[in-house]
């Protein structure tokens, strides 16, 4: 079984500061990794993707996650953040294995403060 | 390309009745998942189909029952509905091949049970 754990419900930032959200996973097989962003009363959107190679990758709107196997995280960030980035943030993973089905985390609310 | 879409975008239902929330995939996809999301939570997996068949199933009841069309396109069916039902609804399509789990979402629908 998979699983993911985001472990920060909220994380307030003033605009311009940089920011990290955390996620880590827990599967006993290669993993995928994801990152969805959400603005309010809309679908996912895909931010970046881990499926190999590189552990360090860049997604849209600045944003870039690095995947780090021995400690199963795969972390969100970007060095300036702006207004319009205030959204909830989803960390998911899939596998091979399991179909390739997403099982995603609780979700970070993400507040930028001005 | 229109991407993912889905209908209608919100729902009001009484306890007790059926519904139906229809999908059809972003050109070129094979693949449909269906993921339920309440307030405040991330997705959760329902079931996903592939060829017209379901391949995959989440953790929930035989109330909830799906089906694929010959053109890709899927609905989801929710019977006996209750009010832990009310949920944002998302579909998510990807290619079968070489898709490693990469999924596009739809805008989802909102349904609300009373």
């Known amino acids: 079984a998979q699983s993911v754990t985001q472990l920060d419900s909220q994380v307030p930032v003033f605009e311009e500061a940089p920011v990290e959200l955390r996620c880590n996973y827990s599967?006993?097989?290669?993993?995928?990794l994801f990152w969805y962003v959400q603005y309010p009363n809309q679908g996912l959107q895909l931010l970046l993707k881990?499926?190999?190679?590189?552990?360090l990758v860049k997604g849209i709107n600045g944003f870039e996650a690095e995947f780090n196997k021995s400690q199963t995280s795969f972390h969100l960030r970007k060095p300036s953040v702006h207004i319009s980035d205030t959204a909830e943030y989803f960390c998911a993973v899939s596998s091979s294995n399991a179909g390739n089905m997403l099982t995603f985390g609780g979700g970070t609310r993400l507040m930028v403060k001005p | 390309d229109a991407g993912v879409t889905q209908s209608p975008t919100h729902l009001i239902k009484t306890r007790g009745q059926q519904v139906t929330l229809r999908c059809s995939p972003k050109?070129?996809?094979?693949?449909v998942s269906w993921y339920q999301q309440a307030l405040g939570q991330g997705p959760q997996f329902i079931f996903q189909?592939?060829?017209?068949?379901?391949?995959q199933r989440g953790n929930f009841p035989d109330r909830f029952s799906g089906h694929q069309f010959p053109n890709y396109s899927s609905e989801l069916n929710v019977n006996a509905l209750l009010l832990g039902d009310s949920a944002l609804y998302l579909c998510a399509s990807r290619r079968s091949q070489g898709a490693r789990g990469e999924a596009f979402f739809g805008q989802g629908t909102r349904l609300t049970v009373v």
């Open positions: 050109s070129g996809h094979d693949t």
């Open positions: 599967s006993s097989v290669s993993v995928y």
């Open positions: 189909y592939y060829e017209e068949e379901e391949r």
């Open positions: 881990y499926l190999s190679g590189s552990t």
